[in-house]
């Protein structure tokens, strides 16, 4: 008995597809994307060879939902992608309401989009604007006492990053979060 040989789909068709089955624009795709319109149209039509670059891929397969490296153009990083826990909650909240994350995506300015991607995909931290963040937690139904975690976690992050040792200025930090949560209210 011959083994079969597995064809596996072209990454164009794939795209092209998945654009299909999504009735998702390739205007709104290449948006998301962070490309041009025409780059797009090249891409799903093989005038020129599909995107090697892993910024590209990433994000492709972002708004896919899928793995990058189901792309066979994708060269898989020495160093790894770490997803902060913030995103992966909401990554979780996104499977748990079975929200697309095109879906997801399109709640948002389309300027809006590109960025909201980037987080997805690990490269972009949450951002620290409250209102921004609440953006974020209004498409997901996320409650105040959520986005507002999300928030304070964020905040000491970059308290952390930039020096401060957020243990031994507990009172401050708790003092400051006190004042923000009444701020909130």
């Known amino acids: ?30 948006e998301m994307i962070g490309v041009t319109l025409s780059y797009v149209y090249n891409l799903i039509d093989e005038t020129i060879p ?10 492709i397969a972002t708004v896919m939902d899928i793995e990058p490296e189901e792309f066979e153009e994708y060269k898989i990083p020495q160093e790894p992608v770490l997803i902060d826990d913030s995103v992966q909650f909401i990554k979780d909240i996104l499977k748990s309401k079975k929200m697309s994350v095109v879906n997801f995506l399109k709640a948002f300015p389309r300027k809006k989009r590109l960025d909201i991607v980037d987080i997805l995909r690990g490269t ?62």
């Open 50 to 59: 599909f995107s090697t670059r892993g910024t590209t891929l990433e994000r």
């Open 124 to 185: 972009m931290p949450l951002p620290i604007d409250y209102k921004e963040l609440s953006m974020i937690g209004q498409v997901l139904d996320l409650t105040k006492e959520d986005i507002y975690g999300l928030w304070e976690k964020r905040m000491r992050q970059i308290l952390e990053i930039n020096g401060m040792n957020i243990y031994s200025n507990a009172a401050l930090v708790n003092s400051m979060f006190d004042c923000v949560k009444k701020a909130i209210k």
């Open 1 to 30: 008995m011959k083994n079969k040989q597995i064809i596996q789909e072209k990454s164009s068709q794939k795209v092209a597809k998945f654009l299909e089955t999504n009735s998702l624009h390739k205007k709104d795709f290449a």
